[in-house]
């Protein structure tokens, strides 16, 4: 069973910066395609930004320029650096992982830009 925590949610203010990270205890975690998404209240789940076991990156275009993918695979962790904060950004952010075949979840952190 594969286990995902996020860590390093929280309040900002508009244009400020936040880092969220995401550990994970699995053993393939050099394997995995590794991934952020975020749900706002009332919204859909959406796909933020995902990163390959070889380090290829992409990112939904409402993000790009402002956040960052990374991992590092000795440290089995993810973190997603977040950049010139819009409200709408906020959301809950969940980390996912997918290997072999297999989705898995963390509990996700919110984050919350205030204007």
């Known amino acids: 069973q594969v286990q995902l925590v996020e860590s390093g949610g929280g309040l900002v203010q508009l244009g400020g910066s936040l880092n969220v990270s995401c550990a994970a205890s699995?053993?393939?975690?050099?394997?995995?395609?590794m991934s952020w998404y975020r749900q706002a209240l009332g919204k859909p789940r959406e796909l933020v930004a995902t990163?390959?076991?070889?380090?290829?990156?992409n990112y939904q275009e409402r993000v790009k320029g402002r956040f960052t993918i990374s991992r590092d695979n000795t440290k089995s962790t993810v973190s997603l650096q977040m950049n010139s904060l819009k409200p709408e950004d906020t959301a809950v952010y969940y980390c996912?992982?997918?290997?072999?075949?297999?989705?898995?979840w963390g509990q996700g952190t919110q984050v919350t830009v205030s204007s």
């Open positions: 990163i390959s076991p070889s380090g290829h990156v």
């Open positions: 996912n992982s997918w290997v072999m075949g297999k989705d898995y």
């Open positions: 699995e053993t393939f975690f050099s394997l995995a395609i």
